[in-house]
T-cell receptor, first 113, second 115 residues
C-alpha cells in the first residue's frame, strides 16, 4: 500500500519569499513521485515528477523538488513566490504493479502582496 | 492538440436519479483513469482502463458505480441511484501508455451535486 502525507493544509507566504510545501510518502516499492497544481475550477496540472536518477527534479514555473529516500520525503520548493502561484498543490505517489496515483490531502498556498 | 475534455462541467441531480459522466481522453492515449475529489476524502482513485478493459476497479465505492470505455477512446462513468455522498468533482485523466511514471493529463472535471 502507498500513502502520502502533506504537512500543512494551508501555507501562506509573502510575494518574493521562499515557498516550501512538504510531502512525505510511504511505499513498499520504489516510488514514483509527482507534484500537481490545481487552480480554482480547473483540473490538475503536473509540475514535476521523480521517476529514477537525479534526486533533484526541476519543474515548470520555477518549482523544484528533492527526493530524499532516507527521509521518505519529496518537498516542493520555489525560491521566490509570485502572486500567480496561489493555488492548491497535491503530492502523489505511484509504484509497483499499479499505475494509479495516490494523492495527499493537498496544501493551499496563499501569496500575500 | 486538444486536452482531456469532460462533460457536463456541472451536473445537479436529485437523490435517487442516475447520472452519466463523460470523458474524452487525448487522442492516442491508451490509458484512462477516473478520480473523485471531495471535501471529506480528498482525491481518490476510482478505476483505470487500459484500452477498453479495466484491470483495476478497486476504487469504485459501491456497485452503484460503473464505467465503460469504448473504441479505446471515450469513457462513461455511471452512478445509479445517486446519494448525497456522491456529490464531488469527478476527474478524468489519460496517459499515452500505462507505464510507471507516465504523465497523467487531467481534464477540468465534472462537478456533481446531488440534492
Amino acid at each position: 500500500a502507498q500513502s502520502v502525507t502533506q504537512l500543512g493544509s494551508h501555507v501562506s507566504v509573502s510575494e518574493g519569499a521562499l515557498v516550501l510545501l512538504r510531502c512525505n510518502y510511504s511505499s513498499s516499492v520504489p516510488p514514483y513521485l509527482f507534484w500537481y497544481v490545481q487552480y480554482p475550477n480547473q483540473g490538475l496540472q503536473l509540475l514535476l515528477k521523480y521517476t529514477t536518477g537525479a534526486t533533484l527534479v526541476k519543474g515548470i514555473n520555477g518549482f523544484e523538488a528533492e527526493f530524499k529516500k532516507s527521509e521518505t520525503s519529496f518537498h516542493l520548493t520555489k525560491p521566490s513566490a509570485h502572486m500567480s502561484d496561489a493555488a492548491e498543490y497535491f503530492c502523489a505517489v505511484s509504484g509497483g504493479s499499479n499505475y494509479k496515483l495516490t494523492f495527499g490531502k493537498g496544501t493551499l498556498l496563499t501569496v500575500n502582496p | 492538440g486538444a486536452g482531456v475534455s469532460q462533460s457536463p462541467s456541472n451536473k445537479v441531480t436529485e437523490k435517487g436519479k442516475d447520472v452519466e459522466l463523460r470523458c474524452d481522453p487525448i487522442s492516442g492515449h491508451t490509458a484512462l483513469y477516473w478520480y473523485r475529489q471531495s471535501l471529506g476524502q480528498g482525491l481518490e482513485f476510482l478505476i483505470y482502463f487500459q484500452g477498453n478493459s479495466a484491470p483495476d476497479k478497486s476504487g469504485l465505492p459501491s456497485d452503484r458505480f460503473s464505467a465503460e470505455r469504448t473504441g479505446g477512446s471515450v469513457s462513461t462513468l455511471t452512478i445509479q441511484r445517486t446519494q448525497q455522498e456522491d456529490s464531488a468533482v469527478y476527474l478524468c485523466a489519460s496517459s499515452l501508455v500505462p507505464q510507471q511514471g507516465s504523465k497523467q493529463y487531467f481534464g477540468p472535471g465534472t462537478r456533481l451535486t446531488v440534492t
